[in-house]
């Protein structure tokens, strides 16, 4: 699980504070990877995301802001909602398959070749990726070659040729790749910890799914799953990097998705939280024992969203100097806040052996009764040091996007989430932290072996 932040949306960008830009500019000035990364960030950081909608509703969010050393684009094409959370009762794993099937061939582009090689050759690449929440497909490079990469994403989402061949060719494909992921550690508590917090719900499995569905997948079930969830009701288009005029770009998106039908967009089942406050479950794979604790929140706004990820960071430090102290096994990043599902959760996962699992509650506690406004001002300053050596890669500025769309929320630029955290007080970090003093949290215990 990862730490994310969270989007506010303003009507108007905010400025980059210069005084920064001219220290960091001063201290590195031997460095000229740096200063023009700074160079760029002032010119590029303020940028916001525009929607526009095509003719079938599909919603297309465009944010300029080009990479380093070269300056590229990246368009993805994502399925909201439709990740493995859309897999069929009893068949987890079915929407990952479309992760593979469409690139041995589609409607316009019947070969692997045919899909890739006019986007390779001109160094740019075409891929995608299946998670709990999304399926996404997308493509990068230089802007000159959108005219033609764009037709194939789109053929890639809309027209993939479910052939037996190429679905007996994957399920060998994704068994291997199944046991490869399921040998790993995280792969093997995220699987063990999802049955446990979001049993008999689709969140309940993650991508991979079972390996007796990628066995027996068949030409007829991934063809009813992508009549059922591939439309436009589903489908965001989320562009970033160095980008043709808007009239241009839309242009060329509705040339080739505005065609598209449009349903009703998917709707997961909102996921309720465990009967049981405590599970716990063993395998080896996990190598070491580790306990999580887990504080459910209500649906947040982006301010409290933010709130909470400041409070992880104001708690790690302190939290990992005391189990260092004690002689606990720690690692960094303890606390954070998971807002991968609709059910936000604060979370502390500590690796440790399993008779200090006590010992860590008790910790947990103690670092947060002993939290001040002034660990929060040490915090604050540690992150704005690090700001003017950010640079934020269109990548990530899609992944960012992403993240806001899934939970309702209009993309904003990565300058606007930063003015949001700034103007946080010591008062709401407070609240939170009261909030967790007085909640029974959920716990999780994996033991290895």
Known sequence: MIDKRTAVRHDTPQTFDSIVIVKMKVANANRPDVARKATVKEKYDTAVFERFTLSNGIAVYVQRSPILPDERYQVSACLLHTGSCADPPDAAGTMHFFEHI??????????TAAIHKPITSEAGMIGGKT???????FV????SQLNTALPILADVVAAPRILEKHVIRERGVIAQEHREVMSQRKYVFDYHFRRWFFSGHPYGHGPIGELRVIESMTVEQLRRAHQTYYHAGNLALICTGDLPADAELIAVAEANFGNLPRRAAYQVPAPTLPAQREGETADPVFGVDSLTLLFPLPNLTPRAAMVWICLAVCLNSHLEQLLRRSGLIYESRLAILNRDQQQPTFEVLVPTQRHHFGEIQKALTEVLGKLTA?????????????????FLHPIEAEEL?????????APVSIRQKEA?????????LDACRNQLLSTEPYIFRAIAG
Do not use: M
């Not at 469409?102 to 070969?111: A, D, L, N």
């Not at 998670?131 to 497909?137: A, L």
């Not at 990068?140 to 802007?143: L, S, W």
């Not at 996007?401 to 929320?409: E, H, P, V």
């Open 140 to 143: 990068t490079g230089a802007k």
């Open 131 to 137: 998670s709990v929440q999304v399926t996404k497909f």
């Open 420 to 428: 949001l955290r700034d103007a946080l007080t010591w008062e709401e």
């Open 102 to 111: 469409p690139f041995r061939g589609t409607e316009h582009y019947p070969s």
């Open 401 to 409: 996007a992403l993240d806001d769309l899934l939970r309702g929320q």
């Open 374 to 390: 002034t660990h929060w001002e040490n915090a604050r300053q540690i992150i704005q040091r690090k700001l003017p050596l950010c």
